[in-house]
């Protein structure tokens, strides 16, 4: 399966982004999808992940209640909707996805997009 991820920009603080990864190739449904971002000098974090019948979903508690994360497996999509940005949100993010139960590690996750750039002004 190959992942291109979409959506970042430039926002004020406060603003909303969604951020879209669209999948080819392999059946999508048999995937868990994650999205992580990592920040200038920082290293790669989790920021939400979503079951493969998006039922289930799992947030870092630093995204937890402004962001959604959602999923259209006839679209081969996951979306990442994104509320009351705030600078520390600054980052690229990556969506990836699994062949398993989904988790918030890093490593476990087999495919990656490229990444979209999020850049929030104070």
């Known amino acids: 399966v190959q992942l291109q991820a979409s959506g970042g920009g430039l926002v004020q603080a406060g603003g909303s982004l969604r951020l879209t990864c669209l999948a080819s190739?392999?059946?999508?449904?048999?995937?868990?999808v994650g999205w992580f971002r990592q920040a200038p000098g920082k290293e790669r974090e989790f920021v939400s992940t979503?079951?493969?019948?998006?039922?289930?979903?799992y947030y870092a508690d630093s995204v937890k209640g402004r962001f959604t994360i959602s999923r259209d497996n006839a679209k081969n999509m996951v979306n990442l909707q994104m509320n009351s940005l705030k600078p520390e949100d600054t980052a690229v993010y990556y969506c990836?996805?699994?062949?398993?139960?989904?988790?918030?590690?890093?490593?476990?996750?087999?495919?990656w997009g490229q990444g979209t750039l999020v850049t929030v002004s104070s």
């Open positions: 979503i079951t493969r019948s998006g039922r289930t979903t």
């Open positions: 990836a996805v699994r062949d398993g139960v989904v988790t918030n590690k890093t490593d476990a996750y087999d495919r």
């Open positions: 190739g392999r059946t999508f449904s048999n995937y868990g």
